[in-house]
């Protein structure tokens, strides 16, 4: 599975984007799909996910009420809609996708494939 984002930009403090990752393949087949972000000097950190097992989204306390993640399956697409966005959210985004595992709930580590990513950064 290929997976290409867009969608990323330069907004102020308090703006919108939403970024979207089109899958080469089926995204309903994957165990789960993510959006992580890195900032320069920084780890990657998950964001958003819709895992299977979960029963819902989940997300990072940093981005809680801020930031949905949603998937088209149809489309082999999945979305991000960042609002209110911070300084802090500065960072490069990736979407991943989690490969399929048995017996148990995928985690960050089954998270395999990955985009090139797209940039977003937020000015004060």
């Known amino acids: 599975v290929q997976l290409v984002e867009s969608g990323g930009g330069s907004v102020q403090a308090g703006g919108s984007l939403k970024l979207s990752c089109a899958a080469s393949g089926r995204i309903s087949d994957a165990c789960g799909m993510g959006w992580f972000r890195q900032a320069p000097g920084k780890e990657r950190e998950l964001v958003a996910s819709n895992i299977v097992r979960d029963g819902g989204p989940r997300y990072a306390d940093s981005v809680k009420g801020r930031f949905t993640i949603s998937q088209d399956n149809a489309k082999n697409t999945v979305y991000l809609q960042m609002n209110s966005l911070k300084p802090e959210d500065t960072s490069m985004y990736y979407c991943?996708?989690?490969?399929?595992?048995?017996?148990?709930?995928?985690?960050?580590?089954?998270?395999?494939?990955w985009g090139q990513g797209t940039r977003v950064t937020v000015s004060s």
């Open positions: 991943a996708t989690a490969r399929v595992v048995y017996g148990r709930r995928c985690v960050r580590a089954d998270f395999d494939r």
